[in-house]
């Protein structure tokens, strides 16, 4: 019997490459909340405000992003083997939660506001809604690339977008406001932005309950897997095959391989260990693989042991 594993170097969580770019889209999206308030109260404009509270909500779920990375680095211990990695996840999962909340309120208020819509400056919120949708465009192009990577980068990069369907909202219920007069234009925007952030987040939130519930890998299918192990010369069976993610970008895998006699001698083990390796890296997006080599009868052993 033996055990083997293979596993990447790494340099940090999917998240932490992007950290730079989080901290960008933090500092705009503060200026621009406190530039919206400002905006908001000059132009006696709810939607403003209340766009302003939604960047405050932003600016909180881009400030955990930041902090889940800062824990995440935090070296292995003892009693914390992987580290504080998965801290990034319960990140993304709080960025849900705040996503959600904002989507209820968003329907509170503009159901609210059916019945008794405000007026407003239709010119002054036009052009503080453009200077916002201008800072979250600015935002969402620095975090486009690692919201492919990360969950935690993800929810932030969701956070932004959902502000910027707002200040598009905010810029089109002004321009009908303007023309028209017709004050329901604004809670109507505020109905179709929440019916679009709550579908996106239901399914970041799927994504990271897999992750904290120890779903397989997305992408890796655990019937391949087997089939892949199995066509290897000299495994004859596989059993308590588990693969689960960390956190993002760390996919890790474990299985007990039986193997014939002849590949316990000397050198057949190395040799076995190094097929195993390179078939899952070859065919599957795995950082950490854990394999136990055991010959026939070692698992009814340990059924026994139980």
């Not at 990069?157 to 707002?166: K, M, R, T, Y």
């Not at 234009?185 to 990271?208: C, K, N, Q, W």
């Not at 779903?215 to 019937?223: I, L, N, Q, R, S």
């Given at each position: 019997?033996?055990?083997?594993?293979?596993?990447?170097?790494?340099?940090?969580?999917?998240?932490?490459?992007?950290?730079?770019?989080?901290?960008?889209?933090?500092?705009?999206?503060?200026?621009?909340?406190?530039?919206?308030?400002?905006?908001?109260?000059?132009?006696?404009?709810?939607?403003?405000?209340?766009?302003?509270?939604?960047?405050?909500?932003?600016?909180?779920?881009?400030?955990?992003?930041?902090?889940?990375?800062?824990?995440?680095?935090?070296?292995?211990?003892?009693?914390?083997?992987?580290?504080?990695?998965?801290?990034?996840?319960?990140?993304?999962?709080?960025?849900?939660?705040?996503?959600?909340?904002?989507?209820?309120?968003?329907?509170?208020?503009?159901?609210?506001?059916?019945f008794a819509p405000a007026d407003t400056e239709g010119g002054l919120t036009i052009v503080f809604g453009a200077v916002g949708l201008a800072a979250n465009l600015v935002s969402m192009a620095l975090l486009m690339r690692g919201?492919?990577?990360?969950?935690?980068?993800?929810?932030?990069?969701?956070?932004?977008?959902?502000?910027?369907?707002?200040?598009?909202?905010?810029?089109?219920?002004?321009?009908?406001?303007?023309?028209?007069?017709?004050?329901?234009?604004?809670?109507?925007?505020?109905?179709?932005?929440?019916?679009?952030?709550?579908?996106?987040?239901?399914?970041?939130?799927?994504?990271?309950?897999?992750?904290?519930?120890?779903?397989?890998?997305?992408?890796?299918?655990?019937?391949?897997?087997?089939?892949?192990?199995?066509?290897?010369?000299?495994?004859?069976?596989?059993?308590?095959?588990?693969?689960?993610?960390?956190?993002?970008?760390?996919?890790?895998?474990?299985?007990?391989?039986?193997?014939?006699?002849?590949?316990?001698?000397?050198?057949?083990?190395?040799?076995?260990?190094?097929?195993?390796?390179?078939?899952?890296?070859?065919?599957?997006?795995?950082?950490?693989?854990?394999?136990?080599?055991?010959?026939?009868?070692?698992?009814?052993?340990?059924?026994?042991?139980?």
């Open positions: 019997m033996g055990a083997g594993h293979a596993h990447g170097a790494r340099g940090g969580t999917a998240a932490a490459a992007h950290r730079g770019r989080l901290r960008v889209a933090l500092a705009l999206t503060l200026t621009v909340m406190v530039a919206e308030i400002v905006g908001g109260v000059l132009a006696n404009s709810l939607a403003l405000i209340a766009d302003a509270a939604h960047m405050a909500t932003d600016a909180l779920g881009l400030g955990l992003a930041l902090l889940a990375i800062h824990v995440a680095a935090r070296p292995p211990s003892p009693g914390r083997t992987f580290g504080l990695a998965r801290a990034e996840i319960l990140a993304a999962l709080a960025n849900c939660l705040l996503l959600l909340g904002v989507g209820g309120y968003v329907l509170f208020e503009a159901v609210g506001r059916f919201q492919r990577e990360s969950l935690n980068v993800r929810g932030a990069f969701l956070e932004v977008f959902a502000d910027a369907l707002g200040s598009v909202a905010v810029i089109v219920s002004a321009v009908l406001v303007l023309t028209t007069g017709w004050r329901a234009a604004d809670p109507l925007a505020s109905v179709v932005i929440a019916l679009m952030i709550v579908p996106r987040t239901v399914g970041l939130l799927r994504e990271t309950l897999d992750v904290l519930l120890e779903a397989a890998p997305k992408g890796v299918d655990m019937a391949e897997v087997r089939r892949h192990l199995l066509a290897l010369p000299g495994v004859a069976d596989v059993h308590d095959l588990h693969a689960w993610t960390i956190t993002s970008g760390l996919p890790v895998l474990s299985a007990h391989v039986v193997v014939d006699p002849g590949v316990l001698d000397t050198g057949g083990h190395d040799r076995m260990l190094h097929a195993l390796q390179d078939c899952l890296g070859g065919h599957f997006d795995v950082a950490h693989c854990t394999f136990q080599l055991e010959p026939a009868g070692h698992a009814a052993h340990e059924r026994l042991d139980c």
